[in-house]
Nanobody
Framework: QVQLVESGGGLAQPGGSLRLSCAAS????????MSWARQAPGKGLEWDWV??????????YYSSFAAGRFNVSRDNTKNILYLQMNNLKPEDTALYYC??????????????????WGQGTQVTVSS
C-alpha cells in the first residue's frame, strides 16, 4: 500500500534551516507529482500548500510564502522527496506533510489533485 513517511523536522531558530524528507513506497514514485503542505497549530486549515514538483523533477512550484526561501527536490532513484527550508520564520511553525498527486504533471495547490499524504513532521521555529 502507499506509504509516505516524513522526517527531518525539529526545532530551528529564526533564520535557520531544516531539510525535510519524505520516503515513499508502495507506488511508482517517479510517475507522480508530489507536494508539501502544512498545518499550523491552532488553525483549522489542514491543507496549506507549500510547494510541489512534477514527476520528473523539472517543474517546481511554490506558494508565495515559500518562494525564495524553500527548495523542493526529489530523488527518483531513492523514492525520496525533499524540502529544503531556509531563512525560517516563526510563522513557518507547523506540521509539514508530503502528498502524492493523482497525475504525473500536476504539482499545484489543489488538494483534490492529491490522494495520499503522510502523517507529517513537526517544524518549530523559535528563539
Amino acid at each position: 500500500q502507499v506509504q509516505l513517511v516524513e522526517s527531518g523536522g525539529g526545532l530551528a531558530q529564526p533564520g535557520g534551516s531544516l531539510r525535510l524528507s519524505c520516503a515513499a513506497s508502495g507506488f511508482a514514485f517517479s510517475n507522480y507529482g508530489m507536494s508539501w503542505a502544512r498545518q499550523a497549530p491552532g488553525k483549522g486549515l489542514e491543507w496549506d500548500w507549500v510547494s510541489g514538483i512534477s514527476s520528473d523533477g523539472l517543474d517546481k512550484y511554490y506558494s508565495s510564502f515559500a518562494a525564495g526561501r524553500f527548495n523542493v527536490s526529489r530523488d527518483n532513484t531513492k523514492n525520496i522527496l525533499y524540502l529544503q527550508m531556509n531563512n525560517l520564520k516563526p510563522e513557518d511553525t507547523a506540521l509539514y506533510y508530503c502528498a502524492k498527486g493523482r497525475k504525473s504533471d500536476y504539482a499545484g495547490p489543489w488538494r483534490a489533485e492529491y490522494n495520499y499524504w503522510g502523517q507529517g513532521t513537526q517544524v518549530t521555529v523559535s528563539s
